[in-house]
């Protein structure tokens, strides 16, 4: 049996832990539940990263990084309408494989909310500075167009909450959405 690293058990809790995170939020998650999941120790997940919350900002980090790369490579080498369709085809391909990603999303959110709300601040400033991340890359890819920028990420925010609240394919909702934007089956 080979051994794994260091490093590639600590790939292995960030995957677990996208999965966990998205399914039962930061609250409801437990670390010795991701540890199970990879198949470590409890106390040695905490070699690996030094509490819970470093654990979550670990998977949030992946989980838009996954996101800003998906728009950079649906988006390479077009520009305009054409980058914007493909950014947005992309994105839909994208939590329609893997569920996780968009139920991660929503639970960063959520976290972010019930940490400013409890007075702890640094914990939403690592994740804003990740989703600065991702809207710098949809504004590059866009032309710096700030308006185009801010309406591509409205558009893919009401995406998130159609799909996550289970709005199907032909329903009324999707009816204003430009055509990439639409869920497939329409």
Same mark, same amino acid.
């Given at each position: 049996?080979?051994?794994? =690293? $260091?490093?590639?058990?600590?790939?292995?809790?960030?995957?677990?832990? *996208?999965?966990?995170?998205?399914?039962?939020?930061?609250?409801?998650?437990?670390?010795?539940?991701?540890?199970?999941?990879?198949?470590? =120790?409890?106390? #040695?997940?905490?070699? @690996?990263?030094?509490?819970?919350?470093?654990?979550?900002?670990?998977?949030?980090?992946?989980?838009?990084?996954?996101?800003?790369? *998906? +728009?950079?490579?649906?988006?390479?080498? /077009?520009? %305009?309408?054409? %980058?914007?369709?493909?950014?947005?085809?992309?994105?839909?391909? @994208?939590?329609?494989?893997?569920?996780?990603? /968009?139920?991660?999303?929503?639970?960063? #959110?959520?976290?972010?909310? $019930?940490?400013?709300?409890?007075?702890?601040? $640094?914990?939403?400033?690592?994740?804003?500075?990740? !989703?600065?991340? &991702? !809207?710098?890359?949809?504004?590059?890819? /866009?032309?710096?167009?700030?308006?185009?920028?801010?309406? +591509? &990420?409205?558009? %893919?925010? &009401?995406?998130? *909450? /159609?799909?996550?609240?289970?709005?199907?394919?032909?329903?009324?909702? !999707? =009816?204003?959405? #430009?055509?990439?934007?639409?869920? $497939? %089956?329409?």
């Amino acid at each position: 049996m080979v051994r794994m =690293s $260091a490093e590639e058990r600590r790939e292995s809790v960030v995957r677990a832990a *996208v999965t966990e995170f998205a399914r039962a939020g930061y609250q409801g998650t437990s670390t010795e539940v991701i540890a199970r999941r990879v198949g470590v =120790s409890q106390p #040695y997940l905490f070699r @690996l990263f030094p509490n819970k919350q470093a654990i979550f900002l670990a998977a949030a980090e992946r989980c838009i990084a996954d996101t800003r790369r *998906v +728009f950079d490579e649906a988006a390479d080498g /077009l520009t %305009g309408e054409e %980058g914007l369709e493909a950014m947005a085809t992309a994105y839909q391909r @994208l939590i329609a494989e893997d569920p996780d990603k /968009l139920l991660m999303q929503m639970q960063m #959110y959520v976290a972010v909310a $019930a940490a400013e709300a409890a007075g702890d601040h $640094a914990f939403g400033e690592q994740l804003r500075a990740g !989703w600065l991340e &991702l !809207w710098d890359t949809v504004q590059a890819r /866009l032309g710096a167009d700030v308006n185009e920028t801010t309406t +591509f &990420l409205a558009f %893919g925010m &009401l995406i998130n *909450v /159609l799909v996550a609240m289970g709005f199907p394919a032909d329903h009324r909702v !999707w =009816s204003g959405f #430009y055509i990439a934007a639409r869920p $497939a %089956g329409e």
